[in-house]
Structure formats: C-alpha cells, structure tokens
C-alpha cells in the first residue's frame, strides 16, 4: 500500500504570490504549522491565517535587506535531516531543531528583472540566494520533505492532501526533479546574463542550457524515433510562439520545415506580397508579386510537384483568393503573419491543414546563434544573418547587368543563401525559375535546377522555359568553369556569386565569352 506522509509544518516562501489561498487554506484544513517570511507572512495573515515568522524559528531577524533570513541551521537542518537516522533525530532534539515537511517557494524574478531593463545593481539584488539552497536541500532530502516550486503543482497537492491526508513518496520524486530542473535553470539564466549582457562573451568558457519542454511530438524525423519540443525560458518568439489556429497536431518535420519557410519569407518582411514553398527544408518555389494570389501562382509553377505534401509561408496576411488556391493541393502547413476571416474560414474545410499565424516576422537580420549536436559536443556558431544590396556587388564581367538583372540577381541570392548547399537558384521577374540543392558537386546542382525549369515549362505549355534570361545565384564560388557552363546552356544571362576561387579568372573568361554579366558579392552562404 502506498503511504501518504502528512504534512505537520510547511515553509512558504513566494515572490508570485497567486494560488497561494486555496493553498494555505488546504495545509490549514489538515493541521499544517505555517512558517514564513515577509511580505508572504503579510499575505497570510491577511488571509487570516496563523503563521510563525522564520526569524522566530531560528532566533535571529532577517538582516541585511532580506539577504540573510533563511539561510540559518534550524531551517536547513529541519529540511535536511533524514527523519529515520538516529544521528540526525539526535542533533535535531539537541539543538531544537524542528522538522519541516514541506516547502513552498519560487525564485526572486531574475529574467523578468532583466527584461524590464532594470539597471545592473537591480538585477544583482534579484539573484536569490536562500531560495535555490532551501529548494536543493528539500530536493534532496525527498523522501521526508515535500518540495514545491510550481504553481501548477497546487491543485495536484491539494487533492493529494484531501484525498489522502498527505503525499506519496513518488509524488514528491516527481516534485523534487521538476525543483533540481528549476534551479538548474535559474542558475543558467544568471551565468548567460553575466557572459552575454555583463562580459559581453558570445561564446563563453562554460555554456549552460535550460530549456523547458513545450510539446512531446507523436515522433521525430522518423516513427522510431521520439521527440520533442523545447523552448527557451523567457518570452514565447519566432515560429515556436506562432498560434495554430487549426488541423492536426504539428511533427517534427512539419516544425523543422515550417522554420525554414519563416525564416526564408522573413527575408521579404516589408516588401511586395511574396510566397515561399518549402519542402524538405528547401525551398522549391518563391516569388514575390503585386498580389499574394499571383506570388502563389508564380510561386507554385517554379516546381508543382515537390510543393505537394509542402510548407507554404507568406511576408503578407492570407486572403481568401489565396487561401483557395492553397486549398486546391495537398500542403501540410500555411505560415502567414495573419489571415482574414474569410481565409480561415476556407482552411477550416482542410481540417488536417495547419494554419500557425505568427502576428509578425522575425527581423532576417537579428544577430544570434545556432547549434548543431555532433557526436560528443555541440557546434555553435551565429546565425548567418549577412546581407548585401547592390552597392556591395563587384561587375567582374566585361558586360554590365541590367536593372532586372540585378534585381534577378539580388532575389535569387537571397533565395540561395536558404538552399542546402551547394545551392544553385534560378531566377526571373521576382521568381524562381529552377532550384538546385544539396548536390555533392555545383555542376549537377545547376542541371538539376535547369531541369526542373524544363520539367515547369512542359507542365505548363509555356513557350519558353524560365531559365532563358534568367540571373542565377550560386551559394558559393563557382570552382570550374563547368558549373558556369551548365547555367549558359540554361539561358541564364546573369550570374551572383561570391568568387574567391584561385580560378576565378578562368571563371570570368568563359563568363565574357558567354556574353555574361557576373558580379561577386564576397560573401558566401554555406548551409548544411
């Protein structure tokens, strides 16, 4: 049989104060001594509660501004002392120490401090100190001490208590790990505060992450695999704090696609209606236009048939013409700042569609860092948020590009540098024509990409294929001449590269007797 340990005393100790009542009402109810501090004793007794004061447990007052007032033996030794160890019980009735059963308490508000912009002495004063050394000797000691530090937890703890008088040894297990993960936590906040905001380090000598779980997804990349969605603690951002207005339950796959086509679309933030179609984590078809209808129109062409079963992101609120047009295929995810009434309303007949409205668009250039776990370590680096426009191009060509061919050249460079590389990107009129990615060698990403190009013609009864007077970007330098030469024979007029090859001359020579425009742009956008 399971045994309920009662609860004879109970430390509370709150900065959030709210659920608190119904709390200290339950422990009242069952015959718990209340012991507490400040302005939590204050609150208590306004509830009309008797509470004893922790300066009276101990015989010292609280000292220092609040810095002083539990850390004393007579609390620690009370949570710390192993009930059934006669050492203990000893020293206990030696020094009048008395047993607390339960701890209540959260932490001073450290991140909310700092997201206030309070000025740094604030933020120091709002590193607890005695409330993460309670919370780890109560987790410790378990099997004897109810230790609780969620809010959401009270009305599991009230139930308990009226139900069964007390709590169960494996109810305060599951108490006690939830504790060690909120300290664990709350120490990371304040090691990342000093190394980034105070020592301004990017890449400190010891990093720590405490990150809190937001979804258990039904698998990962694939069924065999389990998996998970983590948040960092703060306030909800990016796609991650998108609302889902509809469909099913979102995978692994769908959230890693869905944030490539974000953080692609976001690269539009302010510009003309544009679309992104992303599958697999590349984008198949993008294009910006005057209307969003005609942007998923153009968008779609580029490459019908990897955008089945895809991810669809728009820069613009969705709009019912657009909405209905989506709806004609099998897509698996809409990202869109927003949508109109009418729009959702056409979405709700796919109920399997998800639709995550996100209210706005991440900032394409924001600094930060991104991670990838390899075998035994993690590589961090900052996200590639680099960018160039047109007075960052060097013509290395003997013939100059043309206004459309620079604005080709730009649109294309940007679709590029969200390829996989080696990423070859054909582009037309503010839209894709072809997208090559992830190939081994940058030759058979351009054919591939010319391919597809084909392939969209003979699907649509154009005349001619896309690619003809097209600019094509390449994600990194061409290393031969061979991958120039696939991207002539495509129709491409314009090429944006980095350069930086030792055979850029060669490069530039069959460029000119191409009858090319190329410009270097210095900067590369490797994506693995």
């Known amino acids: 049989m399971t045994q309920h340990k009662p609860i004879k005393r109970a430390l509370i100790s709150l900065s959030d104060k709210e659920g608190l009542?119904?709390?200290?009402?339950?422990?009242?109810?069952?015959?718990?001594?209340?012991v507490s501090t400040g302005g939590t004793a204050k609150k208590l007794r306004?509830?009309?509660?008797?509470?004893?004061?922790?300066?009276?447990?101990?015989?010292?007052?609280?000292?220092?501004?609040?810095?002083?007032?539990?850390?004393?033996?007579?609390?620690?030794?009370?949570?710390?002392?192993?009930?059934?160890?006669?050492?203990?019980?000893?020293?206990?009735?030696?020094?009048?120490?008395?047993?607390?059963?339960?701890?209540?308490?959260?932490?001073?508000?450290?991140?909310?401090?700092?997201?206030?912009?309070?000025?740094?002495?604030?933020?120091?004063?709002?590193?607890?100190?005695?409330?993460?050394?309670?919370?780890?000797?109560?987790?410790?000691?378990?099997?004897?001490?109810?230790?609780?530090?969620?809010?959401?937890?009270?009305?599991?703890?009230?139930?308990?208590?009226?139900?069964?008088?007390?709590?169960?040894?494996?109810?305060?297990?599951?108490l006690a790990a939830k504790a060690f993960a909120l300290t664990a936590s709350y120490d990371a906040m304040i090691a990342g505060w000093f190394a980034h905001a105070d020592l301004g380090q990017a890449y400190p000598e010891t990093r720590v992450l405490a990150m809190r779980m937001a979804d258990e997804l039904r698998y990962g990349e694939n069924p065999h695999q389990q998996a998970a969605l983590y948040l960092p603690h703060g306030p909800e951002r990016g796609l991650a704090a998108a609302e889902q207005v509809q469909g099913k339950a979102l995978s692994y796959n769908n959230l890693n696609d869905a944030d490539a086509a974000f953080e692609l679309v976001a690269e539009f933030a302010g510009q003309k209606p544009s679309v992104v179609i992303v599958k697999h984590a590349n984008p198949c078809g993008v294009a910006q236009a005057d209307s969003l209808l005609d942007a998923w129109k153009a968008a779609l062409a580029c490459d019908s048939v990897s955008a089945f079963g895809g991810i669809v992101a728009t820069n613009v609120p969705l709009d019912a013409e657009t909405a209905e047009?989506?709806?004609?295929?099998?897509?698996?995810?809409?990202?869109?700042?927003?949508?109109?009434?009418e729009a959702k309303a056409i979405f709700a007949k796919k109920k399997n569609l998800r639709l995550l409205l996100t209210g706005d668009l991440p900032d394409a250039d924001r600094p930060g860092q991104s991670m990838k776990i390899i075998a035994g370590g993690i590589l961090v680096q900052d996200r590639d948020n680099g960018s160039?426009?047109?007075?960052?191009?060097?013509?290395v060509t003997k013939r100059q590009p043309s206004e459309q061919e620079l604005e080709d050249a730009l649109f294309a460079w940007t679709v590029a540098k969200h390829?996989?590389?080696?990423?070859?990107?054909?582009?037309?009129?503010?839209?894709?024509?072809?997208?090559?990615?992830?190939?081994?060698?940058?030759?058979?990403?351009?054919?591939?990409?010319?391919?597809?190009a084909e392939e969209a013609a003979?699907?649509?009864?154009?005349?001619?294929?896309?690619?003809?007077?097209?600019?094509?970007?390449?994600?990194?330098?061409?290393?031969?001449?061979?991958?120039?030469?696939?991207?002539?024979?495509?129709?491409?007029?314009?090429?944006?590269?980095?350069?930086?090859?030792?055979?850029?001359?060669?490069?530039?020579?069959?460029?000119?007797?191409?009858?090319l425009a190329m410009v270097f742009t210095g900067m590369r956008h490797f994506r693995h």
């Open 419 to 452: 390829v996989k590389s080696n990423a070859i990107v054909y582009a037309k009129d503010g839209s894709t024509a072809g997208v090559g990615a992830g190939q081994m060698n940058r030759r058979d990403s351009a054919r591939i990409a010319a391919a597809k």
């Open 388 to 395: 160039i426009g047109k007075d960052d191009l060097k013509v």
């Open 458 to 515: 003979e699907t649509h009864g154009w005349d001619e294929v896309r690619t003809k007077g097209s600019a094509v970007a390449s994600d990194a330098f061409f290393p031969f001449a061979d991958g120039l030469m696939a991207a002539v024979e495509a129709g491409a007029t314009m090429v944006i590269q980095p350069g930086g090859s030792i055979r850029d001359d060669d490069v530039i020579a069959a460029a000119d007797e191409a009858g």
């Open 325 to 341: 047009a989506i709806t004609q295929i099998f897509i698996e995810v809409v990202v869109a700042p927003d949508a109109s009434d």
């Open 21 to 34: 009542e119904p709390l200290a009402a339950a422990l009242v109810r069952h015959g718990t001594e209340l």
């Open 46 to 174: 306004e509830m009309g509660h008797d509470v004893r004061d922790v300066s009276d447990l101990t015989g010292f007052p609280e000292m220092m501004d609040g810095r002083v007032k539990t850390l004393h033996p007579k609390v620690h030794g009370g949570i710390l002392a192993v009930r059934d160890n006669p050492q203990h019980v000893a020293s206990m009735e030696e020094h009048d120490i008395g047993p607390i059963d339960m701890l209540v308490v959260n932490l001073y508000p450290f991140e909310a401090t700092v997201a206030s912009g309070a000025d740094r002495d604030t933020i120091i004063e709002n590193i607890d100190i005695g409330g993460p050394s309670m919370v780890r000797s109560a987790a410790k000691n378990h099997r004897d001490v109810a230790i609780v530090t969620d809010p959401g937890d009270y009305d599991a703890i009230i139930g308990e208590l009226d139900g069964h008088g007390g709590l169960t040894q494996e109810f305060r297990t599951m």
